[in-house]
């Protein structure tokens, strides 16, 4: 039940690329037991299956099989507020350069909902009414966890404010469940980015956070132009810590002053 | 930044104080309120104290008031830290004065965000 | 069973595993429940903590002391061959049925409080059978949880 110290500091590395995650020395464990169910699923099995799926599955570069390794080493750190400055952004770039028109968000690779649940609190917060937010996930799964809208005790410990979660949420047994009122601007639906944009008409503000640093470059700049026709000219795209459209896609400006990555589409007035 | 952690199981005061050490905040410990508001008034100053709300002697909800009566005590973040998860208990701690609640169990990262929302942690190192 | 015997009882094994991922072992799948004890608790330490007000309810957590040793060790950071007291052991299992019982209260009717937990190496005397019991198993060694409860403000 060990994974050798190469196969580790492949598996850390990985990690820490895309997610800015750091796996420590010492944390051996996590990886055989969070890939330990995708080794069983290629077949293998006893004492070394993970350490054969990290050498015949991930060494060998597949980028399919390195975004779920690092879907699994991650999973657990969905979380709501977390990184602050995509909602900072939200509160003092996008709404009040919107005003208190219809606002249309889509947040996508939503995971288990806590997203786009954290953008409609802050709109909520913000007392901005008029707004839908259509959220999206390849994983059917996860997207069924999004749409009950219930958490854990564990998961809203983990980044979401006390004064939010009392006014956002109501005790469901032993979970806690997303106010019906603040569900009401939201949709779910199953969408793939390597397909068209989902729904209809543009998008005001996209929110697409840790998604692009799994892709290679021309499928980086094949999901931003796909993603760009449905954005109005002027709208934003908020993505994560990490990741930029510099050099990428050059339709879109980088937004001075706002803390995070922040963009706005060429064109249009604000 | 200073810690106080405030909680009557000394395994409870380790774990909370452990993942505090490790992000650098230096520790102090009381095992109820009555002797956390002995060492506040000695002079002792803390930037956040984390408060178990089930305690001998003086509760966490009995502290939290005490310490909104002080207005010279006003910039020490209350954080509790507390079993007690009702959503009346959550907004009673939250009027008496708590900044932030967090319920056991709890991971060290949860405790972690918590900080971070506060303004608590020091800045990030990229990674 | 009534309604909130029910309620608490599905409730146990999530909410005890929750407080073993979080804060005991720090990775899921350690805590497991089983069907029932195979033999009874040798060596057995006792730890309850009781809701008391318009809800009356008993949380007990009963573990054999080696198993109860493993447990402060693990909330104490401390090595496998490290010695624990005594003192150590009824802190860390009070915790753990503080933290069980305390995240039930949460679902049963409001107003009621939480007493500090009590551990003894006698168990605590009831007027009747546990109206809930869970048996888990945790690095080989059983824990059993009993709960009971009484919303029309019997004894238990």
Redesign the interface.
Known sequence: MTVSTQSFSFVSDLV?RHS???LAPGKEYLVESRLGPLAREKGLHGTDAVEQYVQRYVRTGSSGEIVRVVEAMTTN?T?W??D?SPFTALRRVVLPAHGDGDLSIWSAACSTGQEPYSIAMVLAEQGHQRFRILATDINAQVLDRARGGRYS??E????L???M??RH???AGAEWEVDPALRRNLTFEKHNLLTPPPGVGTFDVVFLRNVLIYFDMPTKQSILARLRSRVRPGGYLILGA?ETTVGVDPAWERVDGAHGSIYRLRGGSA | MRALVID?????R??VA?TLKGLGFEIAEAGDGRAALDLLEAGERFDLACVDW???VMDGLELVQEVRKRRDWRDLTLMMV???????Q??RA?AAG?H????????P??LE??L??LGLLPQKEL? | MTDTTSTLAQSVVPMAQ??F???VD?EPGLLLPMEALEEPITDPLYAWVDIVGPAVSRTLVVTARETADRL?RS???KEDDEPVTL??VQ??L??VA??V???L??MMP?GS????PVVEHAEPSASRPADHEQALLWWGGPILIQLWTSTNGEDL
Not at chain 2, 82 to 88: A, F, G, L, P, R
Request: hydrophobic share 40%; aromatic share 4%; proline share 4%.
């Open positions: 820490r800015a995650i750091q750190e979380s507020f977390r602050t005790q564990l809203v410990n983990r980044g404010p006390a004064p979660l009392v949420f109501r005790r990490a | 009557d199981s000394r395994v409870m380790r774990i452990s089930n305690m001998p507390t079993t007690e998860s009702e959503q009346n959550i907004v939250l708590a932030e609640y967090l319920i056991k169990p709890f991971t990262d949860a965000a918590k971070d929302m990674a | 929750d407080l991922t979080a804060m720090g402060a909330l104490l950071l003192e150590d802190d860390a009070g915790e503080n933290v019982g305390g995240n209260k949460a409001e409080s939480l007493t500090l």
